[in-house]
């Protein structure tokens, strides 16, 4: 059985700035500063997940723009199945991040209309039948498939990335539906072991992780074991653009491989740290010999 991941694909472009706030300039000159690729929550998540060996079946919406197509080819290239891309939007989602020399991002993200669509519901009962697991990122054309997961017994990770209210109006149906719910401590409305159990005890999720940057990571347990972890140093951070991401991932991919939600989070942070070491979202990723080769040199001690 492979995981499905259900989420956004975006055209991403990156500008490299000396450091926020951005003074104003008529022209700028950031020689090798900026690039453009093809990420997304969906994609990044799905790339980690197939680098680090997992099958994943990965439904997405795509433009039938010159961006969509050059989304299909680029992750058709990195060996990721097509089988369940849907392309009928009138153009492809983009994003422009800013992000400095301290590795700090502002992320500016143009959804088309994707906001205004459904993923197909019969496409998607054909993927989840072949998953032990559902990714199901916060987009609204997953919103409807929150329920058929549960229906039919199905895990439900999501990750709401930044929230400040715990009913947050957006996001409850994610945060209800989800057996294990990630989300950044970059917006709370209270410290994050706070926050966490505010969370758990509204939604009754089985795991809830909290990323908090260079402060590390928080793991809650349904059993109330609440755990915090140091950030993990890896190499130099060039941009912290797709850290949640690769944290969310990672941490997936080894708890359903039996690890323990701590171990599991270890192997994670270590994965993300990694990867924070480049530019884009949805680069930087290791194998899985390349990680635990790299766990295995000493950092238990350090988290």
Not at 27 to 35: E, L
Not at 104 to 109: D, F, G, L, T
Not at 218 to 245: F, K, M, Y
Not at 293 to 301: I, M, R
């Amino acid at each position: 059985m492979g995981i499905l991941v259900s989420g956004l694909v975006n055209i991403e472009t990156t500008l490299q700035i000396d450091t926020f706030p951005l003074e104003y300039e008529p022209v700028r000159y950031p020689f090798w500063g900026i690039a453009t690729t093809v990420s997304g929550v969906g994609v990044n998540v799905s790339l980690a997940l197939h680098t680090l060996g997992k099958p994943v079946h990965f439904c997405t919406m795509l433009g039938t723009d010159v961006y969509g197509e050059m989304a299909h080819e680029w992750m058709q290239h990195q060996g990721l199945s097509l089988e369940f891309f849907i392309r009928r939007l009138p153009q492809t989602a983009q994003s422009v991040i800013l992000y400095d020399k301290a590795g700090r991002r502002q992320i500016h993200v143009d959804l088309k209309n994707i906001q205004e669509q459904r993923y197909p519901l019969e496409l998607f009962e054909v993927a989840i039948e072949r998953a032990s697991v559902a990714v199901l990122c916060n987009i609204n054309f997953n919103r409807h498939l929150l329920e058929v997961a549960k229906e039919k017994g199905i895990p439900v990770c999501t990750d709401v990335h930044t929230i400040a209210d715990p009913e947050d109006e957006y996001n409850r149906d994610f945060m209800a539906a989800a057996d294990i719910l990630f989300l950044s401590d970059e917006k709370l409305w209270a410290a994050p072991d706070v926050a966490a159990r505010d969370l758990m005890k509204r939604y009754h999720n089985r795991l809830i992780v909290i990323g908090m940057g260079a402060r590390g990571a928080l793991l809650l347990e349904e059993n109330g074991t609440c755990i915090e972890l140091p950030a993990v140093h890896t190499r130099p951070v060039v941009s912290t653009i797709g850290a949640g991401d690769a944290l969310f991932a990672s941490f997936i991919n080894f708890y359903v491989d039996g690890f323990s939600p701590l171990e599991s989070l270890k192997r994670a942070m270590v994965f993300a740290s990694w990867k924070i070491g480049t530019t884009g979202a949805a680069q930087g990723f290791l194998n899985s010999y390349e990680l635990e080769k790299l766990y295995a040199q000493d950092l238990q001690s350090a988290i």
